[in-house]
């Protein structure tokens, strides 16, 4: 198993509309996400979600320009820590 698991905010808002965002904590224990993903989620996350930033935001910005900030966040810290999983819901088509 992933030592960092890190989540966009599609995956925290499916799961709180079906009142199952505790199925994180019951799965990997501790989640990590962006500032830019907390905003866009618009509500409290629980105390088990880590709030982490990339510190280079030069990833991010390139990113941004295909996908949105919450993504381009999530997938920039993705980067910079090894051996994590990134949950995203995204398909190209």
């Known amino acids: 198993m992933h030592k960092t698991i890190i ?3 599609s995956c925290f808002i ?3 509309k079906i009142g199952e ?3 994180l904590l019951r799965l ?13 989620f618009g509500e ?3 105390d088990w979600v880590i709030i982490e930033n990339a510190k280079d935001k030069f ?18 810290l993705a980067l ?3 051996n994590s999983t990134l949950i995203l819901d995204d398909f190209k088509s």
């Open 14 to 16: 499916i799961l709180s």
């Open 21 to 23: 965002l505790g199925l």
């Open 28 to 40: 990997y224990g501790q989640i990590v996400t962006t500032t830019d993903i907390a905003e866009e």
């Open 80 to 82: 910079e820590i090894q």
């Open 7 to 9: 989540s966009d905010t």
């Open 59 to 76: 990833h991010q910005r390139i990113l941004e320009l295909q996908i949105d900030r919450g993504e381009s966040s999530a997938i920039a």
């Open 44 to 46: 409290s996350l629980p």
